[in-house]
């Protein structure tokens, strides 16, 4: 099979495509054949290896030489033990683990995945998992007449965090850079800010709720946008902003009754669902920027990884 394979830690130009064995299901797994995988910022993480957290279980070389961990597809062959799904069914899901969705067939256990919704194509499907747990979490509890802000709120978790906000009846705020801004707005962002030209924890207005998806600000300073009462969440970031968040975070919060953290995001189906369910409603609107091909893996994440995309990326190989 063709697949996009990762040899070492490095730019997206470290990457080759090359013909690889095609990967057999064991217990309780199976075999997909992909047909669209959607980019994550933690594939572009994973790609070179930063933050340090992204090296887990494999700290000189990549654990898993084929990134892609968003995926959508047919059941090609199922393992022993596997019992919810059978060959030719269409799934979706986040294949965090063990990864291996930028190539024509990727191996996942079948507590991961989920039955596609046939209303959905397969690139939209490929959309939802990881995007949406992030986003239902980080914006569980906003509640009518709220103030929340998103920062990076322009990529594909920010752009499902968004309309979930707004669906809560709040008034959002998106950050993001100027490139953004009119599709924040798009999405039903209230008030936009262009990180570049402005600090969102500068700016004097309280927020009872932030999710920080590029999060690389001190506690002191996330602790200055909020109101009392607020609560602000960190996804991802550096290794020095988490633990200051995690650490010092809880303490100063504590002392005025604002809460800060970094968001424990639990995955799989049951997390990821009742997005999909929102989407297949119409609830929900589901934005793919672009479609790359195989080959184009590469370009691909240095486009997620540089903060360009609209909403998601997806990476066709059917």
Known sequence: MRAVVQDRYGPPESLRVDDVPVPAPSANQVLVRVVATSVNL???ECLRGTPLYARLGGLRAPARPILGSDVAGRIEAVGAGVSRFQVGDEVYG??????????EYAVAPESVLAAKPPELTFAEAATIPQAATIALQGTAGAAPGQRVLINGAGGGSGSFAIQLAKRAGTRVTGVDNGGKLDFMRSLGADDVIDHR????????????????LVAHRSAFACRRAL?????????????????????????????DRRRLGVLVVRSGPAHFGPLADLCVAGDIGIHIDRTFGLDEVPAALRYVGEGRARGKVVVATD
């Open 227 to 255: 109101a009392p009462g607020g609560r602000y969440w960190c996804v991802g970031g550096s290794v020095p902003t988490l633990l200051g968040i995690a650490t010092l975070g809880a303490i100063v919060g504590r002392l």
């Open 94 to 103: 986040d294949n965090l683990q063990l990864k291996g969705g930028f190539a």
């Open 197 to 212: 030209r402005e600090d969102f924890t500068r700016t004097g207005e309280p927020y009872d709720l932030v999710l920080d």
């Open 42 to 44: 933690s594939d572009w």
